[in-house]
Nanobody, 119 residues
Framework: QVQLVESGGGLEQAGGSLRLSCAAS????????MGWFRQAPGKEREFVAR????????FYADSVKGRFTISRDSAKNTVYLQMNNVKPEDTAVYYC????????????WGQGTRVTVSS
């Protein structure tokens, strides 16, 4: 079993920055990719960004491209989401997810961390 623990959420003013972290732990697991998703009040969960573990290839939702940066520390099994120039529409609960193999969808999820951006 794999546990994902997010941290770094909070309240920020529009135009500010936040950095989210997600640490993965457990027994004998592999990582193909890790990603960040978010769910705003009254909306469905949406993809934000993902990074492949071996090569660090990244992909972003159009809504965050140029403002958010996903990165990883392989030695710590940790993924980060640097959020710059945040907007009120970035307000959501942010979840990290782990995809253990290329053949599977994201199979482990964190508990979420809340981000609130005030205007």
């Amino acid at each position: 079993q794999v546990q994902l623990v997010e941290s770094g959420g909070g309240l920020e003013q529009a135009g500010g920055s936040l950095r989210l972290s997600c640490a993965a732990s457990g027994r004998s697991f592999g990582i193909f990719a890790m990603g960040w998703f978010r769910q705003a009040p009254g909306k469905e969960r949406e993809f934000v960004a993902r990074i492949t573990w071996n090569y660090g290839n990244t992909f972003y939702a159009d809504s965050v491209k140029g403002r958010f940066t996903i990165s990883r520390d392989s030695a710590k099994n940790t993924v980060y989401l640097q959020m710059n120039n945040v907007k009120p529409e970035d307000t959501a609960v942010y979840y990290c997810a782990l995809r253990s193999t290329v053949a599977l969808d994201y199979d482990y999820w964190g508990q979420g961390t809340r981000v609130t951006v005030s205007s």
